[in-house]
T-cell receptor, first 115, second 111 residues
Framework: GAGVSQSPSNKVTEKGKDVELRCDPI?????LYWYRQSLGQGLEFLIY????????KSGLPSDRFSAERTGGSVSTLTIQRTQQEDSAVYLC?????????????FGPGTRLTVL | GQQLNQSPQSMFIQEGEDVSMNCTSS?????WLWYKQEPGEGPVLLIA?????ELTSNGRLTAQFGITRKDSFLNISASIPSDVGIYFC???????????FGQGTILTVHP
């Protein structure tokens, strides 16, 4: 497809389990971002990747959160030992240059529920 | 850290009315962005503002970058039912890859 895709669209897990969320950016986009949106809230920055540069991880809330971007394309956000407060919609975005105003688009998100 | 206060939290208006919402920040931003989000989808960029005092339009939408660089507003004129959604402001500071978002304004338009 032409847009950013994310999988799964919904994930229900038990507290303490690990989860992996996947993002397929738009082909050719060099920058990729992860944001988190809790119910009724704005988006919270987690991490972004730009080309081969070291990612900006300053938004990751704890060391249980990590992300990779393989081959400059697909990205995986991993949450270890999930907690109930991790429940949120996780949104991925990609852009042609650095900055979401540079032809940036968000995916539809993965809704994570931790029981 | 930087925080954005967006108001109002929600608005209920009649079709045809004009709408205004704004964001204020505790610190300066270099770029202000306005997004719209519909249920089950990611936010979609509506308008980007790059200079203090800049006024930019996109159809029935008009947004301004405040002179102090700490605020921005969005106006929607002659609202229609498809304007329904959540509108977010976002500020970009020194790090181009990182946006700080407001809490959102939920807009409901009655036909």
């Amino acid at each position: 497809g032409a847009g950013v895709s994310q999988s799964p669209s919904n994930k229900v897990t038990e507290k303490g389990k690990d989860v992996e969320l996947r993002c397929d950016p738009i082909s050719g986009h060099t920058a990729l971002y992860w944001y988190r949106q809790s119910l009724g809230q704005g988006l919270e920055f987690l991490i972004y990747f730009q080309g081969n540069s070291a990612p900006d991880k300053s938004g990751l809330p704890s060391d249980r959160f990590s992300a990779e971007r393989t081959g400059g394309s697909v990205s995986t956000l991993t949450i270890q030992r999930t907690q109930q407060e991790d429940s949120a919609v996780y949104l991925c975005a990609s852009s042609l240059g650095v900055g979401l105003d540079k032809q940036g688009f968000f995916g539809p998100g993965t809704r994570l529920t931790v029981l | 850290g930087q925080q954005l206060n967006q108001s109002p939290q929600s608005m209920f208006i009649q079709e045809g009315e004009d709408v205004s919402m704004n964001c204020t920040s505790s610190s300066i931003f270099n770029t202000w962005l306005w997004y719209k989000q519909e249920p089950g989808e990611g936010p979609v960029l509506l308008i980007a503002l790059y200079k203090a005092g800049e006024l930019t339009s996109n159809g029935r939408l008009t947004a301004q970058f405040g002179i102090t660089r700490k605020d921005s507003f969005l106006n929607i004129s002659a609202s229609i039912p498809s304007d329904v959604g959540i509108y977010f402001c976002a500020g970009q500071g020194a790090s181009y890859g990182k946006l700080t978002f407001g809490q959102g304004t939920i807009l409901t338009v009655h036909p």
